[in-house]
């Protein structure tokens, strides 16, 4: 009986994987109203218990895959693969609304910008002083510092290993954990009191998780404003990442 | 119809990963450049041009839609299939790039809103209590 259980889950791996990822989500929601009362995001709590799972997988297993190396969450390669990844990614940018995004202005632009660059050498220099110098490893931390979508795209794009991924999707998680837990606290001292700080903070501190849930907890009415900077953050940074910031770091640190 | 906008995602999907191709051989790198940014900035051109030109349809935006929504439960399938083990033998990087690149940002924001001040928002508005006396 549990081996035709198994078996069917098996055969049909990608559907096992889409049942899957949403016992997670659901349980991160629950676990995000009654546990840290919406201030920590539903979707941070499920990315947390995706890594986790990715250790047990990879402790179970001894393999490089995580949970994918198991049989039953095959489905889970798929689902969480390079195709799926992009084809989810791009499709966002279709909320984005050029005339909005217009009246974000110059100091929205300006603000992006920073936002990429800034973290960008910090986590890149942060990599360097751990050892880590190589063009592609410092190119592929120093991009998970953008966003925790920006570092494996970045570091599919150019030849990453597995590990230096998981080390990059791991330095803009506690990024946007730190932006969403954070941002109500230091709402005042940066002057979060109107729509054009609300977009400059979209714009430099990045990840649409972290900005539109920090911002929701400071003053709501602010969140479009910052989600509209926060919406090209991931955009600018994986059209930035693979190419000028990858051939800037290598004309630096050599290949 | 629904499959319209999943093609048009699609399409753009494919355009950019091969724009991204020939610009890294143009470049001469053997990796893809910027490919999934190319593909994002078609998309957005695309639903420009087809909400002047008309053929944008809500079927059409809900093909795009979906996967748009499908996001974040594909990062955390991504998530799921990391190479966490070897990541935790890297030790403290992660966390230490992290705080440095909060810090720095938030250092930045605060300066840019003292040099830049913006209007702040009216205060919200109290419901007006009914006054006591019978008026109107």
């Known amino acids: 009986m549990l081996d035709l259980i198994e078996k069917g889950l098996e055969h049909n791996g990608l559907v096992t994987a889409f049942a899957f990822v949403g016992v997670i989500m659901w349980v991160s929601v629950v676990l995000s109203k009654r546990l840290t009362f919406g201030r920590v995001h539903g979707s941070a709590i499920a990315i947390v218990i995706g890594l986790v799972l990715a250790w047990v997988g990879g402790t179970l297993t001894g393999g490089q895959k995580g949970l994918a190396d198991l049989a039953l969450f095959s489905g889970i390669g798929l689902m969480g693969g390079a195709m799926l990844r992009d084809f989810a990614i791009v499709a966002t940018a279709f909320e984005v609304q050029a005339t909005e995004a217009r009246k974000a202005g110059m100091i929205g632009a300006v603000a992006l910008l920073l936002g990429t660059v800034l973290p960008f050498i910090v986590s890149a220099s942060m990599a360097w002083v751990f050892g880590y110098r190589d063009a592609v490893s410092m190119t592929t931390i120093g991009a998970g510092a953008v966003t925790y979508i920006v570092g494996p795209v970045t570091g599919a794009a150019i030849g990453a290993t597995s590990d230096v991924m998981a080390l990059s999707i791991a330095t803009g998680l506690i990024k946007a954990i730190l932006v969403m837990v954070g941002t109500p606290f230091a709402a005042r001292w940066m002057g979060l009191d109107n729509p054009r700080s609300a977009m400059v903070f979209g714009g430099l501190a990045g990840t649409v998780s972290g900005v539109t849930a920090g911002l929701a907890a400071t003053d709501r009415r602010l969140v479009p404003y910052g989600a509209l900077t926060a919406t090209f953050h991931t955009g600018l940074g994986c059209l930035l990442g693979p190419s000028l910031l990858f051939f800037i770091v290598r004309g630096i640190v050599g290949a | ?136």
């Not at chain 2, 355009?15 to 593909?39: P, T, Y």
């Not at chain 2, 748009?68 to 190479?83: S, T």
């Open chain 2, 1 to 136: 119809m629904i499959i319209y906008g999943v093609a048009l995602l699609a399409i753009c999907t494919l355009a950019g990963i091969v724009l991204g191709d020939m610009l890294g051989v143009l470049l001469g790198v053997k990796s893809n450049v910027g490919g999934v940014g190319i593909a994002m900035l078609l998309l957005i051109f695309a639903r420009l041009y087809m909400q002047r030109h008309g053929g944008m349809t809500k079927d059409c935006e809900l093909g795009v839609g979906f996967w748009g929504a499908m996001y974040i439960p594909v990062v955390v399938a991504m998530a799921a299939q990391q190479n966490v083990v070897t990541a935790l033998h890297g030790g403290p990087v992660a966390v230490l790039a992290a705080i440095g690149s909060v810090v720095l940002c938030g250092c930045t924001i605060a300066f840019i809103s003292r040099t830049h001040k913006g209007e702040p928002l009216p205060d919200e508005p109290v419901d007006i209590a009914p006054s006591a006396a019978g008026g109107r």
